[in-house]
């Protein structure tokens, strides 16, 4: 039996007052505030409170003004099975982190901090010396079959395993709640001239900014926040690190007929919204599928977007 609460608890989650990047309090909210949903996993069904999208004035992160809260969010984290992290070939985000691995001497020693099922090294440990970092054990064990050797957190940070040439986190740091401190952290574990990977959201490429806290990636309840390009440059010159690549793609290869779909879906239920008593509003009022677009709860995903970020600084 499934265990859920029947009515979602407006004051619930953990309120973020101070950006999780740099500690700033300085961010503006941007656009409308998104329902509370919920989401199943496993058994359980989960309770997102509403909330809105921030934008720091210092650092330029955007994030969430309400999360899950923190023993929530391990409880969610540790239920997702491992399916969900498995594709037929590579997500394009995938293959842009090889052809950046592909370029690396043999007998690298690359850490994948949060490498899931271990889909991104799992055809180059023949080559490399491949690290992993997972807290959710079912991703964990597939990560190990795959030739990965699992350690934890704190080997990394005590530096007992030695000092790395790569450090990877793919579509990790949106999870973090002090993404700055775990990726100083991970710096210090860099060779020199070493590079950390980052693949993560990319806000800048969300077109509907006054419906922003709608766009899919935030719509995800481990999803806190999205990077922007002047957050990127922000990072480096914390970390001490120099961008060598930057890349923006979409994380899913969306097949022309699901595009245009998306698309036309997306035009209708923003055209509803901004002028419900307009002459395209109207018109769609007499499409068929279309016109159900002005009830719908929230924004259909649009998932061929450049709505990620594929990162590669070097440590001088």
């Given amino acids: 039996m499934k265990t859920s609460s029947s009515i979602p608890d407006p004051d619930s989650g953990r309120v973020v007052v101070t950006c999780p990047a740099c500690g700033a309090s300085d961010a503006a909210a941007i656009g409308e505030e998104a329902p509370a949903f919920e989401t199943t996993i496993g058994d359980r069904t989960i309770w997102h409170p509403a909330f809105s999208v921030s934008c720091c004035a210092t650092c330029w992160l955007y994030f969430k003004s309400h999360t899950l809260p923190p023993d929530e969010l391990t409880d969610y ?22 052809r950046f691995l592909n370029r690396l001497p043999a007998g690298s020693r ?3 901090f949060g490498c899931s099922t271990g889909r991104v090294l799992k055809d180059l440990t023949t080559r490399f010396e491949c690290f992993g970092v997972e807290v959710n054990a079912q991703a964990a064990s597939v990560a190990c079959t795959r030739g990965i ?11 007992e395993l030695g000092d790395f040439d790569v450090i990877m986190l793919a579509d990790v740091v949106e999870h973090l709640l002090q993404p700055t ?12 001239g070493g590079r950390l990977t980052i693949v993560t959201g990319n806000a800048d490429a969300i077109r509907t900014r006054d419906r922003i806290a709608e766009f899919w990636y935030f719509q995800l309840p481990g999803h806190l926040q999205m990077m922007s390009g002047c957050h990127v440059e922000w990072l480096a010159e914390t970390l001490g690190m120099q961008v060598e690549e930057l890349h923006r793609c979409s994380h899913y290869d969306t097949p022309f007929i699901q595009r245009a779909k998306q698309f036309v ?14 002459l395209i509003s109207n018109v769609l009022r007499f ?5 159900r677009a002005r009830n719908w709860p929230k924004a259909p995903a649009l998932t061929y977007t450049a709505d990620h970020l594929v990162v590669v600084m070097r440590k001088p």
Avoid: M, N, W
């Avoid at 699992?150 to 530096?159: D, F, H, N, Y």
């Avoid at 401190?181 to 020199?192: S, T, W």
């Fill in 287 to 291: 499409i068929p599928v279309l016109c």
């Fill in 77 to 98: 984290y540790q239920r997702l099975g491992a399916a969900p992290f498995e594709v037929e070939g590579d997500f394009p985000t995938d293959r842009a982190l090889h």
């Fill in 149 to 159: 050797l699992l350690i934890t957190e704190a080997q990394v940070r005590s530096g």
């Fill in 181 to 192: 401190e775990l990726l100083a952290a991970l710096v210090r574990r860099l060779k020199h």
């Fill in 265 to 278: 879906q997306s035009l209708a239920y923003h055209q509803f919204r901004r002028a419900p008593r307009g």
């Fill in 110 to 112: 690359i850490l994948d």
